[in-house]
């Protein structure tokens, strides 16, 4: 099977295509900030396009809506921690030049959690669209 998809890939890029693939003999899981995160098969075809390189970037604040600093961002594909960050003395956090597979149905993994535990961790799922420039995902965390 990994030979037949090999021969695919190739073939697409003789085309002019890419190709992502993740072969995977058995599924890995990950427990992240209490977040099972998980790897599996994934084979997506596309054109050069669909790899876009974006910006990502927000704030973090409790629901009072006061700033918080120090606290953790992590991007994650499948159990892999692509990036991460800490937020600043505003709140803000930003990812420059970030490369993702976009209009794909790919899915990366946001976690937000505070080092110190005072408050407690948030996931959120990411999807990028073909030609996004930037992407803003602005959290409200809440005391444990």
């Given at each position: 099977?990994?030979i ?10 003789l085309?002019?295509l ?18 099972e995160?998980?790897?599996?098969f994934?084979?997506?075809?596309g054109g050069r ?5 974006t910006?990502l970037y927000?704030?973090i ?13 992590a ?9 991460q ?19 794909l149905?790919?899915?990366y ?13 948030i996931?959120?799922?990411?999807n ?7 992407k803003?995902?602005?959290?409200i965390?809440?005391r444990?």
């Amino acid at each position: 099977m990994k030979i037949c998809k090999r021969i695919c890939v190739f073939a697409l890029s003789l085309l002019g295509l890419s190709a992502y693939s993740k072969d995977l003999p058995r599924r890995h899981t990950k427990i992240v900030e209490g977040f099972e995160l998980e790897d599996s098969f994934l084979t997506v075809y596309g054109g050069r396009r669909n790899h876009i390189t974006t910006k990502l970037y927000g704030t973090i604040c409790d629901k009072d809506e006061n700033s918080l600093k120090g606290i953790k961002i992590a991007i994650y594909d499948g159990t892999y921690e692509k990036a991460q960050t800490f937020s600043d003395e505003n709140g803000a956090f930003y990812f420059d030049d970030f490369s993702v597979w976009a209009g794909l149905k790919v899915k990366y993994t946001m976690i937000v959690s505070d080092p110190n535990g005072e408050f407690a961790p948030i996931r959120r799922e990411l999807n990028f669209e073909i030609d996004e420039v930037t992407k803003e995902e602005n959290v409200i965390l809440e005391r444990k």
